[in-house]
């Protein structure tokens, strides 16, 4: 069993950079593949990034790719995202999410469904 809890969000400028946290329980941490995903006001919950277990398979959605930066600290048992460069369309909650498999592609954790923990949230406002 898996609790996540995200933090970090807020209210920003385009242009501006946030980092956002997701503090896991569960001593198993390590081995699982941790996702973000965001999801806009009537939009769909869009994938954003994804990262295997042992930090060296990272998956980025097209969007966000060379912008934000996913990584994890095995040892505080926490995954980040670092969004730079923000954009108003960046505008959303987000959500990370982990998942008790190893993916084979690494493209296959885009997919929600794979994974069996989210978290709560955090919002993410950038103003133009």
């Known amino acids: 069993q898996v609790q996540l809890v995200e933090s970090g969000g807020g209210l920003v400028q385009a242009g501006d950079s946030l980092r956002l946290s997701c503090a896991a329980s569960g001593r198993t941490f390590s081995t699982y593949t941790l996702g973000w995903f965001r999801q806009a006001p009537g939009k769909e919950r869009e994938f954003v990034a994804a990262i295997g277990w042992s930090a060296d398979r990272i998956y980025y959605a097209d969007s966000v790719k060379g912008r934000f930066t996913i990584s994890r600290d095995n040892a505080k048992n926490t995954v980040y995202l670092q969004m730079n460069s923000l954009k108003p369309e960046d505008t959303a909650v987000y959500y990370c999410?982990?998942?008790?498999?190893?993916?084979?592609?690494?493209?296959?954790?885009?997919?929600?469904?794979?994974?069996?923990?989210w978290g709560q949230g955090t919002q993410v406002t950038v103003s133009s």
């Open positions: 999410a982990a998942a008790s498999i190893i993916p084979r592609p690494m493209s296959n954790m885009a997919e929600p469904q794979r994974y069996g923990y």
